[in-house]
């Protein structure tokens, strides 16, 4: 296994665990003996676990950055039909976890934004990443005449991320994707005016 393997395993198991334990129940021993890692490699790549947090973060943005900019960049369908194939891919996610892990990052915030600032910054500048990808697809979408002129771009990107990832903790809430199915049909009908 190369350096990088090590590195990448380390940060993928952690997030797993992270993803359904949390930040502050999931322990450096435990995501060593899940990933078969001896703990001397953890603090070669990390040199703290707050350390390890931001690299978590900082490689799922990555990831999730290139899901969206295949969805919200593929010029083979319209733009409303991107921000479609966006929330079914979160219902999939959902229904594949039966409800349980949600958004790595909006969990993240929920459980850090208040507790330690570096974090805080570092998730809100994930965050305002995703919302400008967003006001670009809906901004090209008012162009092609798909939404209303008056519909303000950066101001229903905002409601979309804030509104999606409300809906996302509601549903990990009450162990249904239906509080995320109303929030779509609520954005299209009333946000975007599309019936």
């Known amino acids: ?3 990088n393997d090590t590195r990448n395993l ?3 198991t ?3 665990l992270i993803g359904t334990k949390g930040f502050g129940a999931t322990g450096i021993n435990g995501i060593l003996t899940v990933a078969g890692v001896p703990k001397g490699s953890f603090y070669h790549y990390f040199s703290s676990k707050n350390d390890f947090g931001l690299a978590i973060i900082d490689t799922f943005a990555e990831e999730y950055d290139e899901k969206l900019d295949q ?3 593929d010029n083979s369908r319209s733009c409303v ?3 479609r194939t966006y929330f079914d891919t979160g219902f999939d996610h959902m229904t594949s976890s039966e409800c349980t892990r949600g958004c790595l990052i909006g969990n993240l915030g929920q459980e ?3 507790q330690n600032e570096m974090f805080r910054v570092r ?3 994930v965050f305002c990443a995703w919302e400008k990808r967003f006001e670009r697809c809906i901004a090209e ?3 092609a005449g798909d939404i209303g002129a008056g519909i303000d771009p950066s101001d229903a990107a905002s409601v979309l991320l804030s509104g999606w990832e409300g809906a996302i903790l509601r549903s990990k809430v009450v162990k249904s994707t239906k509080p995320m199915e109303r929030f779509v049909r609520v954005f299209f009908t009333q946000c975007l005016s599309i019936g």
Request: hydrophobic share 45%.
């Open 112 to 114: 850090l934004a208040g």
């Open 71 to 73: 969805i919200l960049n």
């Open 141 to 143: 979408a008012q162009t």
């Open 81 to 83: 039909d991107r921000l």
């Open 10 to 12: 380390i940060i993928q």
């Open 123 to 125: 998730l809100d500048k």
């Open 14 to 16: 952690g997030a797993d």
């Open 1 to 3: 296994m190369t350096t």
